[in-house]
C-alpha cells in the first residue's frame, strides 16, 4: 500500500489518541500514588505548580512553532536577509530585556 497523506493522517491521529489516553492514565496513576505516599497536602502544591507551568506554556501560544514555520521557505532557499529578520523577531519575543 502506497504512502498518502491520508494514511500519514490518519495515523498521526489515531498515535495522538493514543498518546493522550496514555497521558491521562498515568496521570491519574502518578496523582493517586501521590495522595497515598505524600499526602493531599503535597497534592495541593504539585497541582498548583503544574497550573502554573501549563500557563506559562499557554502564553507562549505557539508562536515558536509559528516562527519555525517561517524559516522553512528562507533556509531552503538560503534567504539570510529572511532569516535575519525572522531571528530578530524572534529575538524581540523571547528577550525581554534589551
Known sequence: MEN???????YNVLSSIGIKVLTIILA???RTVFI????????????LFTNI?????????GLGA????LLYKPLAVEDTE???TVMAF?????????
Open 4 to 10: 498518502s497523506r491520508t494514511k500519514n493522517s490518519v
Open 82 to 84: 529572511r532569516i535575519k
Open 28 to 30: 491519574f496513576a502518578s
Open 53 to 61: 507551568l501549563s500557563f506559562l506554556a499557554l502564553s507562549e501560544m
Open 90 to 98: 524572534y529575538k524581540k519575543c523571547y528577550v525581554s530585556h534589551q
Open 36 to 47: 497515598y505516599v505524600l499526602g493531599a497536602v503535597y497534592l495541593g502544591l504539585n497541582g
Open 66 to 69: 509559528a516562527i519555525s514555520f
